[in-house]
């Protein structure tokens, strides 16, 4: 498989690729970087609704975990 130059697309290229190939984290980031050198905001909608809907329900989990983990910890510590 012969390795993609991302720096030397166009932005437009970039985006496409990027859209086409949303696994590829490196060409995400070059053209994360890309859009911040030159003060653009750029989009990518998901495809898949249901994914960011499980993200949000990690999230979620995860800082409940923590403000649990947080709760349990000054308990102790008042105890102590």
């Known amino acids: 498989m012969s390795r993609v ?8 290229k ?3 690729y990027v859209l086409e190939h949303r696994d590829n984290n490196e060409a995400f980031y070059v053209h994360a ?3 911040r ?6 989009t ?3 495809t898949n609704l249901n994914r960011e809907d ?7 989990r995860n ?4 403000t649990e983990s947080l709760r349990v910890e000054l308990e102790t510590s008042t105890l102590a």
């Open 33 to 35: 970087d890309c859009s």
């Open 54 to 60: 499980k993200l949000v329900v990690k999230m979620r």
């Open 63 to 66: 800082n409940q975990n923590r």
């Open 14 to 16: 970039l985006k496409r």
């Open 44 to 46: 990518i909608a998901s």
């Open 5 to 12: 130059n991302h720096s030397s697309m166009t932005d437009q």
């Open 37 to 42: 050198a030159t003060s653009r905001l750029i």
